[in-house]
């Protein structure tokens, strides 16, 4: 059983900055965690993910404004956004992969806007 906690969302003016953090906690190993956002009457997308030697790697939307890395603390990850836009408004999601199961957060809320 794997338990994912987000933080960190809030409203920012467009070219502004935000960090998200997400923390799983787990018996077991976690291999991979990521991001992922969906907007109003949209999917959910995917945003980063980070592997367990921190490999990271982005949606192209994204690259080259946000940056995914892993916390000090075990299975801790954080998205740090910046020059965002109006489009990045969406809930965010974090999520766990251990391998069998995909375990997610209940999500945290951005919006760009001025």
């Known amino acids: 059983q794997v338990h994912v906690v987000e933080s960190g969302g809030g409203l920012v003016q467009p070219g502004g900055s935000l960090r998200l953090s997400c923390v799983a906690s787990?018996?077991?190993?976690?291999?991979?965690m990521g991001w992922f956002r969906q907007a109003p009457g949209k999917q959910r997308e995917l945003v980063a993910t980070?592997?367990?030697?921190?490999?990271?790697n982005y949606v192209v939307p994204v690259k080259g404004r946000f940056t995914i890395s892993r916390g000090d603390t075990k299975n801790t990850i954080y998205l740090q956004m910046n020059s965002l836009m109006p489009e990045d408004t969406a809930v965010y999601y974090c999520y766990a992969n251990d391998g069998s199961t995909l375990s997610w957060g209940q999500g945290t809320q951005v919006t760009v806007s001025s």
């Open positions: 980070i592997s367990r030697n921190g490999n990271p």
């Open positions: 787990a018996s077991g190993s976690i291999y991979v």
